[in-house]
């Protein structure tokens, strides 16, 4: 079956380190979204993608946070510098957009830690 | 920020009852999905109505939705203990590309 595929599935770290998650979407979808879930602030999209063109970043903190799309395989999301209020589990998701509806499909999530 | 708010946010019943989740948005959409996700795990879709459908069934789902109201609803007849999980709408605001905008959800228990 094809899934979406993110790496590290736990990542624990210490303040001010930097950390990369990665996401391989489903071959063949043509739109990747980010989302941060925590208990407090639920399910927050922070980014998404269409053909490799970042649509959408306004949910991201801009002077930590980075999103791209180096290849059509890969969707990385950068903090530097981690801090503290950054622990949560991140989700990638994918889904092929064709002008209408959509469903996403999700990984299994990162579980960041930030001490 | 949230475009959907859920209601109830726990749902505690016994196995064999029928379970019903609403949702309620703020604008204008293309379309309203249903997702689920177990613990620990991602979400999976699970149903998708388009804004010109009124209601839409899949197996033990039933979905409506009222434009005027801006509201949704999931309906899970003869609940199983299975069907625990966390239970989320998401729409897709109308000329907004695409996106996809979670609630925060309704976490449901069913008792065996």
């Known amino acids: 079956d094809a899934r979406v595929t993110q790496t590290p599935r736990h990542k624990v770290t210490e303040m001010g380190q930097e950390v990369t998650m990665r996401c391989q979407p489903i071959?063949?979808?043509?739109?990747v979204f980010w989302y941060r879930q925590t208990m407090m602030q639920g399910l927050e999209l922070l980014a998404y993608?269409?053909?490799?063109?970042?649509?959408?970043d306004s949910g991201m903190p801009k002077d930590r946070f980075s999103a791209e799309m180096p290849d059509a395989t890969l969707a990385t999301l950068k903090i530097q510098p981690s801090e503290p209020r950054d622990s949560a589990v991140y989700f990638c998701?994918?889904?092929?957009?064709?002008?209408?509806?959509?469903?996403?499909?999700f990984g299994s999530g990162t579980q960041l830690s930030v001490l | 920020s949230q475009q959907g708010e859920e209601d109830p946010q726990a749902l505690s019943i016994q196995e064999g009852e029928n379970a019903t989740m609403n949702c309620s948005y703020k604008?204008?959409?293309?379309?309203l999905q249903w997702y689920r996700q177990n613990s620990g795990r991602g979400l999976v879709h699970l149903i998708l109505?388009?804004?010109?459908?009124r209601e839409k069934h899949s197996g033990r789902l039933r979905v409506t939705l009222d434009t005027s109201k801006k509201s949704s609803s999931l309906l899970i007849t003869a609940s199983r203990a299975a069907d625990t999980a966390s239970y989320f709408c998401?729409?897709?605001?109308?000329?907004?590309?695409?996106?996809?905008?979670f609630g925060q959800g309704t976490e449901l228990s069913v008792k065996p």
């Open positions: 998701a994918s889904g092929n957009w064709t002008g209408g509806s959509e469903k996403l499909f």
């Open positions: 071959l063949g979808h043509n739109t």
């Open positions: 993608f269409r053909n490799r063109a970042p649509l959408d």
């Open positions: 604008t204008s959409i293309n379309n």
């Open positions: 109505i388009r804004s010109n459908e």
């Open positions: 998401a729409t897709v605001p109308y000329n907004q590309g695409g996106k996809l905008i």
